[in-house]
């Protein structure tokens, strides 16, 4: 192992800390879920309590202990008790100058592409149409998928969820931000994009790449070796 991992597994940094105990709760859930065996119900249960003490150390003792309440009340049966990361799904939308459509979240003010969970009924592309026209007010049509990010990983969220970014050409509408989710709506330059931007490093290249037409293949997090042990 490098010395670079090495300093990284010294001195975690709070995302990690989030992304493990999301791991480790979610193989002691499905555990849960499928164990027949109360030894194994009981290991499983330790396993749960580890992951609550390594959020412990990135949020209060307090909240740890009402999240392991909360992890084990979720626990299902059988399939329903497999633990799977939640999907959200996302519009990238350009207009004729190429600047990049955004939102500025009500809750933490940053600003990002429109994105929500993925309804049940709904086409994940329907969703990305539902999400841009729900918190700008712009009316758009999907034209292709461009990436699949890890929240966690990308320290978007501190829930496991996986993002499908859609690249979306505006149709129509007019700019409208919704009045409980967002601060702000806008059109910004690449060279001009609004702080704080959330995840930026990872997608801003891709989506203004699609923006301008350059058409890339979808973009995927490359696997890590091993994938909880690195970024």
């Known amino acids: 192992m490098s010395e670079s991992n090495d300093a990284h597994l010294d001195h975690p940094q709070a995302s990690d800390l989030l992304r493990w105990s999301e791991t480790l709760a979610g193989i002691a859930r499905t555990g849960l879920g499928f164990t027949q065996s109360l030894y194994e119900r009981e290991r499983f249960e330790e396993v749960l309590k580890v992951a609550a003490d390594i959020r412990a150390a990135a949020m209060s003792e307090a909240e740890a202990d009402a999240l392991y309440d909360e992890w084990l009340s979720?626990?299902?049966?059988?399939?329903?008790?497999?633990?799977?990361?939640?999907?959200a799904v996302a519009a990238v939308v350009g207009n004729d100058r190429n600047e990049i459509l955004l939102t500025q979240r009500a809750d933490s003010g940053w600003w990002l592409y429109p994105v929500g969970w993925a309804d049940i009924g709904y086409s994940p592309s329907e969703v990305a149409v539902k999400e841009a026209y729900e918190e700008t007010g712009i009316e758009v049509e999907p034209v292709a998928l461009i990436a699949v990010l890890d929240g966690l990983r990308l320290g978007f969220s501190r829930h496991p969820l996986y993002t499908l970014l859609f690249h979306c050409r505006m149709i129509g509408g007019e700019l409208a931000g919704h009045?409980?989710?967002?601060?702000?709506?806008?059109f910004f330059a690449r060279d001009a994009l609004p702080q704080p931007l959330a995840g930026g490093h990872r997608w801003v290249d891709v989506a203004f790449d699609a923006i301008e037409g350059k058409n890339p293949p979808a973009s995927f997090d490359p696997p890590r070796t091993p994938p909880w042990r690195e970024h």
């Open 74 to 87: 979720t626990v299902g049966m059988g399939v329903s008790g497999y633990q799977t990361p939640k999907t």
């Open 179 to 186: 009045p409980l989710e967002t601060r702000s709506v806008g």
